[in-house]
């Protein structure tokens, strides 16, 4: 029995941080697009802003690094 409790521990912390992690990058999705004046959706998808999207892939790699470092 030790070793199933001790394996439901475990995937219980680890789901905890996924779920950190999950609500890191919303928030941090959340926040750029009130802080921008203009929408990321539509310069990305239908301008094909190509800048706008490197910009954003360096804000979610490094939400990434921050919540995998914790």
């Known amino acids: 029995m030790d070793v199933i409790e001790t394996i439901g521990k475990q995937f219980a912390i680890t789901l905890g ?8 990058f919303a928030l941090t999705f959340w ?12 310069e990305i998808e ?18 990434a690094l921050i919540v995998s470092a914790a």
């Open 17 to 24: 941080y996924a779920m950190i992690g999950i609500i890191a």
């Open 46 to 63: 239908e301008d094909h802003n190509v800048a706008l999207a490197i910009v954003m892939a360096a804000v979610i790699l490094g939400v």
């Open 31 to 42: 926040v750029l697009t009130k802080v921008v004046p203009f929408s990321i959706r539509k």
